[in-house]
Nanobody, 116 residues
């Protein structure tokens, strides 16, 4: 079992920055990939960025060059640094981890609102 807790969401003006954190606990060693997803009102949940245990990263085209996913293994935490935020980035952001044993775990989500 893996437990995930997101933090760092909030209200920010267009062009601003936020850093989201996803702290993992439980069977940490079983995780092979962690990703950030988001879901805006009335829309499907979409992939934002992923990071595998070997450091390989992947980004949605819409955030490429603005968002950076990183991991601190010493803190069992994955971060999403979001720069140059736009109103269309407004969504609930979720952390997801997949394990070598086929498990998939989600956090409770954190709201990000980009508005002037």
């Amino acid at each position: 079992q893996v437990q995930l807790e997101e933090s760092g969401g909030g209200l920010v003006q267009p062009g601003g920055s936020l850093r989201l954190s996803c702290a993992a606990s439980g069977s940490i060693s079983s995780i092979y990939a962690t990703g950030w997803y988001r879901q805006a009102p009335g829309k499907q949940r979409e992939l934002v960025a992923t990071c595998t245990s070997d450091g390989t990263t992947n980004y949605a085209d819409s955030v490429q060059g603005r968002f950076t996913i990183s991991r601190d293994a010493t803190k069992n935490t994955v971060y999403l640094q979001m720069n140059s935020l736009k109103p269309e980035d407004t969504a609930v952001y979720y952390c997801n981890s997949n394990t070598f044993y086929g498990g998939s775990y989600w956090g409770q989500g954190t709201q990000v609102t980009v508005s002037s």
